[in-house]
Every structure is written in C-alpha cells, then in structure tokens.
C-alpha cells in the first residue's frame, strides 16, 4: 500500500513534495505503529497468553512469585483441606475454597488477582503457608471463576458481589475476622468487604494496588466489554468457546458445566456491561474500585500496600499506590521484589495486627 501511494506522489510532481513528505511521513508513522502493536501483541516478552490475566501481566517481576509460582522449601509438607463451601440460602453459590496449615491460629485470606483461580495463584498461596505453621491460608476461587460455581444473575459490580460471597464464607468457615492479602482485582474484593463489614477485616494488604487510566482502559475492555463486542455470542454455548469460559468448561464436573449453561446470555452480557462500565469509570481515581472518599472512609486498623518496585507497570504503577498510603488510614508503603521479602513484611503485619494473636495474649 506504501509503495502505491509514493508512486501517486511522483506522478503528482516537484510543486506536491512538501505534502508528499507531510503525508509518507504520516504513512510511515502508522506503518510503524501497526508494526509495533503487531510486535507487543506477538513477541513482546511480557505478553502472557494465559486467558485468565490480562495480556501484559507478565510486565513485572512479581509475575513468577504470585502466578503459578515455583514451590518454596517445605511448601510440599504444608497440610491441605479442599473444600466446597456452600453459601445458600444467604448467597446462590458454592466456592471452591483450599486452606493450607488447616490447624494454624491466624486466619489469612489470599484473594487471586486478575480473572485468576487457586490454580494460578494457589502455589503463592501455599508458600506463605509454608513461612509460618501459624498462619492458617485459606484461598478461594471467586464466583464465576476456577471450580466454583457461576452466576451472572448479579445486582451489582463483580467486586460488590465478590465481597458479600466473602462476607458468607467467613460466616460458614467460622472465622470472626481475618487479614486479607488482595492481589490487583482481589484487592477490590477484600477492600468493598471492608467498607462494608469493617469487623471481618482484621487488616488489609494490598499487593499489588490496581490503578490509573491505562488499567481502567485495558481491564475494563478484555475482561467485560469486549463480550459486548462480539456480535457471535447470542448463546451461553457461544460463550463457552471463548478462551477464558473454554478454560472454565474443561476444569469442571458436568454439574457445573450444567449450571454454566443454563445462564441466562442477557444477564451475562448485562454483567459484563455493568462491572466494564464501572471499572472503566475508575480512570482518573487512585485505584479502581474505590473512589477516594471511600479510601479515606475505611474502618480499617492497618494496611500494608506492596510493590515489585519496578518504575514501568502500566496496570499497578508505584505512584498509584503510593498515593493510596495518602488516603488510607494507618497505612504503610513497602517495596518487596521477591518472596522472601514479601515474607518478612507480612509476618511482623500480621503479628501486630491480627485479633487471633492479640487474643492469644
């Protein structure tokens, strides 16, 4: 296409040449930029084709430490229950829920960030387990995600309803209050739970915080809207040939696969309408999910935000989650690049702050 373009020029003559450079140069420009875009989504090194994180959440070092993370020492000898938490009649769902150190005395709810399960982030949460016997790991597959149930009946955002379904489970695991540790989406979780249910939460650790305009673009578009794109799915049995709902559909029993498919496909596009629409709303806020007056408004006694610490992460940037310390009562900023370090930040974290040690007394 370039090269007939430059052909048209020359026939144009010399009196056309400042508009001919104007406009190769034009064409260059978008040439470059389709080759560029063409590269980022083909070779670039931080593209992650998994279905359940965005595609350039290997864009940190942290990705090796949370997602399908490599066993730490003594992580195969951490004891493991696996349970199905059946939350009905006060919420229409079941979780697929894993507790490592099932006999430990501190509570410590792992939330997975992304569109993630304990698939992808339970060898994370299983090494936590293994820096402490204390510390009881309990980690859940959240509604509509992993082996837990679906429902896209929903009467608000995906994290309003991910909080009241972890308001539940605490109720059924009988667990008065616990410290959450959220990672990006799941942070969204634990904090509305903490707006809403301020006793459940003994403290918050975000890691990482989730915010500014490119994450409220980018996560709002491939998570929600883009089903609403797609003009082929008029049908849950067109849904379930998307990469992500695939993925759900081979994981789990033709129970499961039975109640997917009887999903209404208008409240599932109305879902994905409501939580992109909201999301995306977040563009000029300090994190998505929570406004700042919300930030400002939490009953929380502590909150520990960590970070990789590296300066270039579009969906998680460093200054996001340092203005939150701002705005977040009793909160603290901590760069923690590997696991050991993220180990010696939350021990001390959960010692001082957990209502299970403080009874303990």
């Known amino acids: 296409m370039l090269t007939s373009k430059l052909n048209y020029f020359r026939r144009l003559g010399r009196s056309s040449f400042p508009t001919l450079l104007t406009t190769v140069a034009a064409l260059l420009c978008a040439s470059n930029a389709l080759a ?31 997602f399908k993370a490599t066993p730490a020492p003594g992580s195969d000898s951490v004891l493991t229950d696996n349970l199905r938490v059946d939350l009905r009649p006060d919420r229409d769902m079941t979780l697929n829920v894993e507790v490592y150190n099932p006999n430990g005395s ?4 792992v939330t997975p960030g992304g ?14 387990a293994a820096a402490s016997i204390d510390l009881k790991v309990i980690i859940m597959d959240r509604r509509n995600l992993g082996r837990s149930e679906v429902s896209f009946a929903n009467a608000e955002p995906m994290a309003g309803e991910e909080a009241e379904d972890l308001h539940v489970l605490l109720q059924r695991l009988e667990i008065d209050s616990a410290i959450f540790y959220g ?11 903490a707006e809403r249910y301020p006793e459940q939460v003994d403290a918050l650790i975000i890691a990482p915080l989730t915010g500014g305009p490119i994450a409220a673009q980018r996560l709002s578009e491939e998570y929600f809207l883009s089903y609403l794109r797609d003009d082929s799915l008029t049908s849950m049995e067109a849904v379930a040939q998307t990469p992500l709902w695939k993925g759900y559909m081979e994981r789990n029993s033709p129970e499961l696969q039975k109640i997917f ?9 109305a879902t994905m ?21 919300q930030l400002m408004s939490l009953e929380v006694p502590a909150t520990l935000i960590l970070h990789h610490g590296q300066e270039i992460d579009f969906l998680h940037p460093k200054v996001n989650a ?40």
């Open 273 to 293: 309408k409501m939580t992109g629409e909201f999301l995306a709303s977040f563009h000029a806020k300090t994190t998505l999910g929570m406004t700042d007056e």
């Open 183 to 193: 990672m990006s989406s799941g942070s969204r979780s634990n904090m509305v739970l």
């Open 115 to 128: 569109m993630g399960d304990i698939e992808g982030f339970g060898a994370f949460a299983k090494n936590l």
């Open 36 to 66: 560029a875009d063409d590269s980022r989504v083909n070779t670039d090194p931080n593209y992650n084709p998994d279905a359940t994180l965005f595609k350039g959440a290997a864009n940190n070092i942290w990705i090796d430490v949370l």
């Open 322 to 361: 340092r203005a939150a310390t701002t705005l977040l009562q009793n909160s603290t900023f901590k760069i923690a690049p590997n696991l050991q370090s993220i180990v010696d930040e939350i021990l001390p974290f959960v010692n001082e702050y957990s209502s299970a040690v403080k009874s303990a007394q």
């Open 261 to 269: 498919m009887e999903q209404n496909i208008d409240d599932f596009l």
């Open 106 to 109: 501190i509570p410590f709810i």
